[in-house]
């Protein structure tokens, strides 16, 4: 039998309550990776989930009356409207530039064209392969109507025609509209509409190619 190790026995009776930290230490680790929790465990309330902490049943809180995302107030009726109380407006609601009517021009393209066509005659790519004809920008019936009517088509869509509230932004709407207006103005102006100082550029221009030798 071998003899009990002198230090060791001593150390035991000197020191008891190290012992006793040391076991109440190792205990509290093992209970904390017990308790461990995931991250895909996770406590929360999933969309449409009940609750039995609320008396209506349900997780998810309504919304108080007049709460407004950030971002999403429209105070401006006619901007995102294009109405002015229930008529349509005949103005574009900011400043029409060339930057502006550029930027039309390119949305207009994007997302106009396979039904409208680039002149807005309704002859589009898709209308020759068998869609069904938009009318025509250029009918005395659309040429007479406010901008705001083509505004609000784009954002609410007619007949046929989906809206594109979510394609396009309602600045670039105003912007497409816009553009509208200048791709009906060149089908039906004449040379009486053009400035007098652009007039005299254009005639000159025109006799000069008139002039030129046909190949």
Not at 70 to 97: C, I, N
């Amino acid at each position: 039998m071998k003899p009990r190790n002198s230090s060791t026995a001593s150390l035991r009776v000197r020191y008891p309550k190290l012992r006793i930290r040391i076991s109440i230490a190792l205990l509290l680790a093992c209970a904390s990776l017990a308790c461990r929790r995931d991250m895909q465990d996770q406590p929360k309330y999933i969309p449409l989930r009940g609750s039995d902490f609320f008396a209506d049943g349900r997780s998810a809180r309504p919304i108080p009356e007049g709460t407004v995302a950030r971002g999403e107030l429209r105070a401006d009726k006619v901007f995102f409207t294009g109405k002015s109380g229930d008529q349509f407006v005949d103005q574009v609601p900011f400043p029409v530039t060339r930057q502006v009517l550029e930027r039309g021009e390119e949305r207009f393209n994007i997302y106009c064209t396979p039904c409208h066509g680039r002149l807005g005659n309704g002859l589009g790519m898709i209308v020759r392969r068998g869609f069904k004809r938009p009318p025509s920008y250029h009918t005395d019936r659309l040429r007479q109507k406010p901008i705001g009517y083509f505004y609000d088509i784009m954002t609410n869509g007619f007949g046929a025609m989906q809206d594109y509230s979510a394609q396009v932004a309602p600045r670039d709407r105003w912007a497409i509209a816009a553009y509208i207006r200048v791709l009906q103005y060149s089908q039906m102006a004449s040379i009486n509409d053009v400035p007098p100082d652009v007039r005299q550029e254009l005639n000159s221009e025109l006799s000069t190619r008139s002039a030129e030798p046909k190949r």
